[in-house]
DNA sequence: AGCACGCCGACT
DNA sequence: GTCGGCGTGCTC
């Protein structure tokens, strides 16, 4: 008795077990352990074999068995190898990859076990008297009957427990910001009182919940009424179908996909929705928790293994009708599949960039098609991809043209910064037009966000003797100079190599250094010099590194708290603030320089999605943007929210260019120690495809040095393959890196890759 | 990916 | 003499 099992090893195909005596003959998708070398592995079974061609000595056991039933249902095994083979990874990483974490091991845990915190009558006590006392003079430790030693975050937790004497699990109390230290601290002092709950862990308790902003019995726009009918019919047919929903910011296709789903529902079958990573706000949960109860799952980054794991377990048992969630969602174990909805379709996310290197969009059309089932995907901004598709017949196209209550797009005005620099001098950072737009919210009590996509307070350190720059010895790139102040660091952001700023330059020992460039860091600082009284807070992936953080600034921004918010592109995606009535650019040219085919489609989606970020409440709202590139179509039919216009420019490029959607691309990054290496293999690869490219229909380019030409101290090498079959171009490449394993191991395959830098 | 095997430099 | 550097090869 043979079976087939996938092993979590990148690189490796399927390999035969024997099952022994004694143990159960496993089901296709149950997870098995078996001796792998020297190891021990779980794995997942992908099917069964009556004799193996292996010599018996070569087959060896399994060890156990530790699933009746299948733990992947079937269509989603055939889906992962789908996957597996589209883009040219290995079977069992993509299984595992498919999984949710922290399931290989143990056998399914029946109950669940969860650390509840609650005030105890001693909490409320210390909390009464804290109250009575003057918070932070003289109240700390004096030497009264009880010890009042609370910090700010302990008196924090407790006012919060105050408010909910059942109580709060300690992951909600971590989301909120409130380290599990703090509650062991007053745990130990018996101001809370901890216990374990039997539960089955819901990371979306009621406790959690932002206020509730659906109002679900509105009446639907006639445009938004029209394109539920059409998508409602389209659900019907129970075929496969593609329909794009291009909609505007503002014009409620939220509201659609909600509705959509409780049709296909009342129907028998179930929904998928994807959404970008960043996306996923409490807002949104609360949302689909309001319309399906208990019988959604939510997915985000915030959930721990177990509690993704408990879902995956009330997915596959069909407790679940409607899951939301991000990239890997895609791949959740739901049964009778209706629809797949993939809001924001052209968000880079959607792209895993580690293998499998697959896109979470282009997989749920392929589980669409294998289920019979409908997909959305929604965008303001479609990608270069779709809208093609939607253009050329192939997608239904659904168009939304106005926003909900007809508020009016923002007003947006370009600020040409070469004028600023001609006016002011070369180190303006926010032009006159800005500054005055800033002081002017902050008189009116209103908020701002104001982005620039890159991250630090000074993108390089530069000699002004030697004319050298801070490097890392690792990667080819410029230190970034972080916090300013006394003890700024310059870092390096691809392998987190840091140094303090030097005083003197490492190469020439000169003392003239100087910063140039500027980040979010530098642009926070300058916000607050113009406007001394403002509150000001930053929002990048610097900022929010702690776990929780993102939600407490999100929510106090929310609330009123902040006036001005400084980001990168987090704070375009997703979040819906209704206060906000400016949106400054400090520069619109971050990524327009960059030599990748997608560079004006990128620039083009993220403005438009951050002038759309302008006036979504009461007031209507405005957007100035910065650019050293006035007249660039990216930024002018962006600040026109032109998106047909922008489509037209963009195909012509493309199709002159020879890059998608005219051809399929795939990238391939060779490593190697020196760069004549990574060079040298990188040509013996092109010259082995060379003798597949002519009957293969496809064009080799390079080798090239890639464009970040050494990383973590590696040396990389560039080929691109484009041409129209990706089978074809997959096949050649394949049996070229079969004649050189040992550069297989050192290149990275990407298929239809969202960037080639 | 791990993990072993294997062949060359600086140390108790 | 050995401890350990990471190149190369293999995993049913």
């Not at 091991?105 to 006590?125: P, Y």
């Not at 503002?250 to 129907?267: F, H, M, N, Q």
């Not at 490097?471 to 916090?483: D, F, K, T």
């Not at 759309?612 to 590139?629: D, H, K, N, P, W």
């Amino acid at each position: 008795l043979f079976i087939r099992v996938a092993v979590p090893v990148p690189q490796l195909g399927l390999l035969t077990y024997r099952v022994p005596e004694g143990l159960p003959r496993p089901a296709v998708g149950a997870r098995v352990v078996v001796p792998l070398g020297p190891r021990i592995v779980t794995g997942i079974v992908i099917g069964d074999e009556t004799a193996s061609e292996l010599s018996d000595g070569a087959v060896k056991p399994i060890r156990d068995v530790l699933d009746e039933e299948a733990f992947v249902p079937a269509d989603v095994i055939a889906l992962a190898a789908w996957t597996a083979e589209y883009y040219a990874a290995g079977v069992g990483e993509t299984v595992t990859a498919v999984l949710p974490p922290k399931t290989r091991g143990s056998r399914v845990d029946a109950h669940k076990t969860l650390r509840v915190a609650a005030i105890t009558a001693a909490g409320l006590g210390a909390l009464d008297a804290k109250r009575g006392t003057t918070p932070f003079s003289e109240g700390g430790a004096k030497k009264g009957s009880y010890p009042f030693s609370l910090t700010a975050k302990q008196l924090a937790v407790l006012e919060l427990l105050a408010g909910t004497p059942a109580g709060l699990p300690t992951p909600v109390l971590a989301a909120r910001g409130f380290a599990a230290d703090t509650i062991a601290r007053l745990a130990r002092q018996a101001l809370v009182s901890l216990r374990q709950d039997r539960v089955n862990r819901d990371p979306f308790t009621p406790q959690t919940f932002e206020a509730p902003p659906a109002d679900l019995d509105r009446r639907l726009t006639a445009e938004q009424t029209s394109a539920l009918e059409r998508l409602s019919s389209l659900a019907g047919t129970r075929e496969f179908r593609v329909a794009l929903l291009h909609g505007v910011t503002g014009s409620g296709k939220t509201e659609i996909y909600l509705r959509l789903a409780a049709a296909v529902r009342s129907g028998g079958r179930t929904a998928l929705m994807l959404v970008p990573e960043i996306a996923l706000t409490p807002a949104v949960a609360s949302l689909f928790r309001q319309t399906f109860g208990e019988r959604v799952a939510v997915q985000h980054s915030g959930l721990s293994d177990g509690e993704r794991h408990d879902q995956w377990q009330r997915i596959r048992h069909g407790d679940i009708d409607v899951v939301v969630g991000t990239r890997s969602a895609v791949f959740a174990p739901l049964n009778r599949i209706g629809l797949l909805i993939v809001d924001e379709e052209h968000d880079a996310s959607y792209k895993q960039e580690e293998s499998p290197r697959y896109n979470g969009r282009d997989v749920a059309i392929v589980r669409a098609q294998h289920a019979g089932a409908l997909v959305v995907l929604g965008s303001a901004t479609p990608s270069m991809e779709s809208y093609y598709n939607a253009v050329s017949g192939k997608y239904e196209r659904i168009v939304l043209e106005r926003r909900v209550l007809d508020r009016p797009l923002a007003a947006v005005t370009i600020v040409d910064m070469r004028e600023e620099y001609a006016a002011a001098g070369p180190d303006v950072i926010v032009s006159r037009a800005l500054t005055a737009a800033l002081e002017r919210r902050l008189e009116r009590g209103e908020q701002s966000l104001v982005l620039l996509n890159r991250r630090g307070f000074a993108t390089a350190v530069f000699c002004r003797q030697c004319a050298g720059t801070l490097e890392c010895p690792n990667c080819s790139v410029s230190l970034v100079v972080h916090g300013e102040g006394s003890a700024p660091r310059a870092r390096c952001h691809y392998c987190n190599y840091s140094v303090r700023v030097p005083t003197k330059c490492p190469l020439c020992a000169g003392p003239y250094l100087e910063q140039t460039g500027f980040g979010t860091e530098r642009v926070e600082a300058e916000v607050k010099r113009i406007c001394p009284g403002a509150r000001v807070a930053r929002l990048d992936r610097d900022a929010v590194r702690r776990k929780g953080s993102l939600d407490a600034l999100l929510s106090r921004f929310r609330d009123g708290a902040i006036d001005v918010l400084v980001g990168t592109q987090m704070i375009a995606k997703g979040h819906d603030f209704p206060r906000v009535t400016l949106v400054g650019v400090i520069s619109a040219d971050v990524g327009l320089g960059l030599a990748d085919f997608r560079a004006s489609e990128r620039t083009f989606q993220l403005l438009t999605q951050v002038a759309g970020r302008a006036g979504r409440g009461e007031q209507s709202g405005e957007a100035i943007v910065q650019t050293l590139y006035p007249t660039h179509y990216s930024v002018q039919l962006a600040c026109r929210q032109d998106y047909p216009a922008f489509y037209e420019r963009e195909v012509h490029f493309r199709r002159t260019m020879r890059y998608p959607p005219f051809v399929s691309m795939v990238n391939v990054v060779v490593r190697a120690r020196t760069f004549a290496g990574a060079m040298d293999d990188a040509a013996d690869l092109v010259q082995r495809l060379g003798q597949a490219e002519a009957e293969g229909g496809f064009r080799v380019l390079g080798p090239a040095p890639a464009p970040l030409g050494k990383l973590r101290g590696e040396y990389r090498a560039q080929l691109l393959v484009k041409g129209t079959s990706r089978k074809r171009m997959r096949e050649a490449l394949m049996s070229a890196l079969a004649e050189r394993p040992d550069l297989a191991r050192r290149t990275v395959v990407d298929v239809d890759p969202i960037s080639v830098l």
